[in-house]
C-alpha cells in the first residue's frame, strides 16, 4: 500500500507483546507507523478501512513449504504457492530446497529470490540445501549461501545419516550464526512405511513408521548441536518424548528450537480411515497422547513454530494404493484455520496460538516482519475466528 492508510475499528492480536485490544494500525508505505486503541477513523490518512470489529494479527510466516519449481512445475509454482499463501493470510514463507536442481548453491538462492519478486504475491525466502544434492556426503557452501540470502539451511526429508558430515556442517553453520533446520528420522526404521506403527496401521495391514526413527536421530542431532554450538531447528517434530527431548536440551544450554507440522496439531492416527491417502504425510499422525502433547507444548508456549508443511502431490501420485501413493499434502490455505480451530477447541489465547506463525519464526530468521510494532513491515492478516476455524476440517488435504 502506499500513501497513508489506517485500519480501525479492529482486534488488535499482536503475539510479540501479548497485546489483545480494541484499536487500530496506521502505515505508510507498507511501514507501519503506529498501532493501539488510539488508532481510530479521526486518524489523518489517505485511505481508511473499517475492519467491523474482526481480528487483526501479523500476517502469518510458514517456514516449511515445497514447492514444483524448478523442475516440477505440475506440482506447484512459486506464484501458485503464493497465491494459496495470501489466501490463507500468510504473507512470508520459506521455499524449501529439495527442487530439482537442489537450492544448494548461490546461483539457485538468487534464481528463487528473482523469480519471486516477479511473481510472488508475498514476501518468499529461500532455505540452503545443507549438502550438497542434499545427498548427505559432502556439506555446502554455507558461508557464501547463506551471504546470498538462504533464510537458513536444511536437508528437507532427506536426513544427514553420516554424523561426521553432520557434525561438520553444523560447526561450519554455527561460525555464521545460521539456523540448521534438521528433520528427526531414522531411514533405516522409516523405510517404506506408511503411517504411525501401532495396532491400528497392524489392523489395516500397513507398515508403520516407530517413534523411536524420531527419538533416536533427535536425540543425535541435540548431542551434536551441543558440542558445535549451532542454532538447531528440530523440524516437525511429532511425539511427546521429542517435544520433552528439545525441553530438556535447552534447559541444558544447547541453543535448540522445535516445529511441528499443523497437521500434528489437528489429527491422529485414527484419521488415515479406511486408507486415506491424502492423509499420508511424513512424519505421520501420530497417537493421540503425542497430539495432546503437542497443543499443551502450544499452550505452554515452547513450541517455536508450527509449519504447514505444504507439499503439493498431483492427483495422479494421490489416487493409488495407500502404500503406493506419495507422501504430502497442502497446507498454505488451512494453516490460519487449523490453529485458530485448535485454540477455540482447547480454550487457548490467540497471542498464544499465533506466536508460533508470527514472532516466534520471525525470531528464529532475524525477520523484522512477525509484529504489530512501529517500523515494522505492514504485512497484516484480517480475519473472523469463527467462519475461518470453520475452514479447518480440509487441513491435510493433498
Known amino acids: 500500500m502506499t500513501g497513508r492508510t489506517v485500519i480501525?475499528?479492529?482486534?488488535?492480536?499482536?503475539?510479540?507483546?501479548?497485546?489483545?485490544?480494541?484499536?487500530?494500525?496506521?502505515?505508510?508505505?507498507?511501514?507501519?507507523?503506529?498501532?493501539?486503541?488510539?488508532?481510530?477513523?479521526?486518524?489523518?490518512?489517505?485511505?481508511?478501512?473499517?475492519?467491523?470489529g474482526k481480528m487483526l494479527a501479523p500476517g502469518l510466516i510458514d517456514l516449511r513449504v515445497k514447492t514444483g519449481e524448478p523442475g516440477a512445475e505440475n506440482k506447484e509454482t512459486l506464484q501458485t504457492a503464493s497465491d494459496a499463501a495470501a489466501a490463507g493470510?500468510?504473507?512470508?514463507?520459506?521455499?524449501?530446497?529439495?527442487?530439482?536442481?537442489?537450492?544448494?548453491t548461490v546461483a539457485l538462492v538468487d534464481f528463487i529470490q528473482r523469480r519471486a519478486e516477479g511473481v510472488a504475491k508475498v514476501k518468499v525466502y529461500p532455505a540452503g540445501g545443507l549438502t550438497l544434492g542434499l545427498d548427505g556426503a559432502k556439506m555446502s557452501e554455507i558461508g557464501l549461501i547463506r551471504e546470498a540470502g538462504a533464510a537458513f539451511f536444511t536437508n528437507g526429508d532427506r536426513p544427514v545419516e553420516d554424523a561426521g558430515v553432520l557434525r561438520r556442517a553444523m560447526s561450519y553453520a554455527a561460525s555464521f550464526d545460521a539456523l540448521v533446520a534438521s528433520r528427526p528420522d531414522t531411514p533405516a526404521l522409516s523405510k517404506n512405511t506408511v503411517m504411525n506403527a501401532g495396532a491400528f496401521a497392524a489392523r489395516l495391514g500397513l507398515r508403520g513408521t516407530p517413534p523411536e526413527a524420531e527419538w533416536i536421530a533427535l536425540e543425535r542431532d541435540l548431542m551434536l548441536a551441543e558440542t558445535t554450538g549451532v542454532r538447531l531447528l528440530a523440524d516437525c517434530i511429532s511425539t511427546a518424548r521429542s517435544l520433552a527431548a528439545v525441553e530438556r536440551a535447552r534447559k541444558a544450554g544447547v541453543k535448540a528450537a522445535c516445529s511441528v507440522a499443523s497437521y500434528s496439531l489437528f489429527f491422529n492416527e485414527?484419521?488415515?480411515?479406511?486408507?486415506?491417502?491424502?492423509?499420508?504425510?511424513?512424519?505421520?499422525?501420530?497417537?493421540?497422547?503425542?497430539?495432546?502433547?503437542?497443543?499443551?507444548?502450544?499452550?505452554?508456549?515452547?513450541?517455536?513454530?508450527?509449519?504447514?508443511?505444504?507439499?503439493?502431490q498431483p492427483t495422479e501420485d494421490k489416487r493409488l494404493p495407500i502404500a503406493d501413493a506419495a507422501f504430502g499434502a497442502v497446507g498454505l490455505e488451512t494453516l490460519l484455520p487449523c490453529l485458530l480451530s485448535i485454540a477455540i477447541r482447547e480454550d487457548i489465547p490467540l497471542v498464544k496460538a499465533l506466536r508460533p506463525v508470527t514472532s516466534g519464526p520471525a525470531d528464529l530468521l532475524g525477520l523484522p516482519q512477525g509484529r504489530l510494532a512501529k517500523g515494522a513491515p505492514a504485512d497484516f492478516v484480517l480475519f473472523d475466528p469463527a467462519a475461518a476455524s470453520s475452514k479447518a476440517g480440509s487441513c491435510a488435504h493433498g
Not at 489483545?20 to 478501512?49: F, H, P, R, Y
Not at 493470510?89 to 544448494?104: A, C, E, S
Not at 497430539?291 to 508456549?301: C, F, P
Request: glycine share 10%; proline share 6%.
Open 89 to 104: 493470510g500468510v504473507t512470508t514463507f520459506v521455499v524449501m530446497p529439495d527442487t530439482d536442481p537442489v537450492i544448494d
Open 270 to 312: 485414527l484419521d488415515v480411515g479406511d486408507y486415506l491417502t491424502y492423509c499420508k504425510v511424513q512424519p505421520p499422525f501420530r497417537t493421540e497422547a503425542d497430539r495432546m502433547a503437542l497443543i499443551d507444548g502450544l499452550k505452554r508456549g515452547v513450541i517455536d513454530a508450527v509449519v504447514s508443511a505444504h507439499d503439493p
Open 8 to 52: 480501525h475499528n479492529a482486534r488488535l492480536i499482536d503475539p510479540a507483546t501479548g497485546r489483545d485490544e480494541t484499536g487500530g494500525v496506521l502505515t505508510e508505505n507498507g511501514v507501519i507507523l503506529d498501532s493501539g486503541s488510539a488508532i481510530s477513523k479521526t486518524v489523518t490518512a489517505d485511505v481508511k478501512i473499517d475492519a467491523g
